[in-house]
Nanobody
Framework: QVQLVESGGGLVHTGGSLRLSCAAS????????MGWFRQAPGKEREFVASVNWSGDSTYYADAVKGRFTISRDNAQKKVYLQMNSLKPEDTAVYYC?????????????????WGQGTQVTVSS
């Protein structure tokens, strides 16, 4: 069982930066791949980024590639999403999720555990 709590969301101007954090509980955290997804108002939830269990492999959606960086600290049981050069279209609720298969993935149904989400708003 893994419980996830996101933090770090907020309001930022276009071009600004935010760092999201996801704190996990549970003994098996280090074996899970971790991902970030987001859902904008009136839209489907979409994949943002994923990192494998060890942290040495990552995968990004094209929309955020080069601007966002996912990382993890297994000792601290945390996952981070550094978001730079933010755009109004990045406005969404951001969710942290855990995938027991261990390898990075954009397959939403593979993620068994989800946090409650944190709001990110980018003003133009």
């Amino acid at each position: 069982q893994v419980q996830l709590v996101e933090s770090g969301g907020g309001l930022v101007h276009t071009g600004g930066s935010l760092r999201l954090s996801c704190a996990a509980s549970g003994r098996t955290f280090s074996s899970y791949a971790m991902g970030w997804f987001r859902q904008a108002p009136g839209k489907e939830r979409e994949f943002v980024a994923s990192v494998n269990w060890s942290g040495d492999s990552t995968y990004y959606a094209d929309a955020v590639k080069g601007r966002f960086t996912i990382s993890r600290d297994n000792a601290q049981k945390k996952v981070y999403l550094q978001m730079n050069s933010l755009k109004p279209e990045d406005t969404a609720v951001y969710y942290c999720a855990a995938d027991p298969r261990g390898q990075y993935s954009d397959y939403e149904r593979g993620y068994n555990y989800w946090g409650q989400g944190t709001q990110v708003t980018v003003s133009s």
